[in-house]
C-alpha cells in the first residue's frame, strides 16, 4: 500500500517513482521565492536614504558621497588612510621600535587638502615607516614620484 504524496503548494496529489514536494517547477518557485524574513536596508547616516539599487543590492559607498559634508569626508578619508598604512607598515614590519605612532599619526591626520603623506625613503626600496622619513608632496608629484628614491 503506498502512501499519497502531496504537492507543498497546490496539495495536488503527486505521482511518480522519485520522491518529489512539488507537482511543477511553477509550484516550487511560488514557494522558494515567498521572502520569509524582510531585511532592514541599509541607510545613508546623512540622508537617510537606502543604499540600495533597483535590484535590492548595496551600491557603492562613493553614491553618496555628496551627502557627507566635505569635513566630516576629508576627516574619514584621512583616518582610513592613516589606519591603512598601520596595518601595512606592521604587516611589513617597516615601523621601528624608535618610532613615534602619536607622531606619525598626526603627520597624517594634519595633512593639509590637496597634499598626501610620501616616504622620502619608499617602503619598497627598504625605507622605514619612520617621522623622520616622512614629508608632505601634492597629489600631482606624489604620483609623479611614485617609489622613486636618489640616495
Known amino acids: 500500500m503506498s502512501k499519497n504524496i502531496y504537492c507543498k503548494n497546490c496539495n495536488k496529489t503527486l505521482t511518480g517513482k522519485h520522491q518529489v514536494k512539488y507537482c511543477?517547477?511553477?509550484?516550487?518557485?511560488?514557494i522558494n521565492n515567498k521572502i520569509t524574513?524582510?531585511?532592514?536596508?541599509?541607510?545613508c547616516k546623512f540622508c537617510e536614504k537606502p543604499i540600495?539599487?533597483?535590484r535590492g543590492h548595496r551600491v557603492n559607498s562613493n553614491a553618496h558621497k555628496k551627502c557627507i559634508?566635505?569635513?566630516?569626508?576629508?576627516t574619514f578619508r584621512k583616518k582610513k588612510n592613516q589606519i591603512w598604512?598601520?596595518?601595512?607598515?606592521?604587516?611589513?614590519?617597516?615601523?621601528?621600535?624608535?618610532?613615534?605612532?602619536?607622531?606619525?599619526?598626526?603627520?597624517?591626520?594634519?595633512c593639509p587638502e590637496g597634499y598626501e603623506v610620501d616616504h622620502i625613503k619608499p617602503i619598497s626600496k627598504g625605507g622605514l615607516h619612520h617621522q623622520d622619513n616622512l614629508q608632505y608632496l601634492t597629489i600631482k608629484e606624489n604620483r609623479k614620484k611614485s617609489n622613486k628614491w636618489n640616495e
Not at 604587516?91 to 594634519?110: E, S, V, W
Open 69 to 74: 559634508p566635505k569635513q566630516d569626508y576629508n
Open 37 to 43: 524574513k524582510k531585511k532592514e536596508p541599509f541607510l
Open 85 to 110: 598604512w598601520e596595518y601595512q607598515m606592521k604587516k611589513k614590519k617597516q615601523t621601528p621600535p624608535d618610532a613615534d605612532l602619536q607622531i606619525i599619526k598626526g603627520i597624517y591626520l594634519n
Open 52 to 54: 540600495l539599487d533597483k
Open 24 to 30: 511543477s517547477r511553477s509550484c516550487a518557485a511560488k
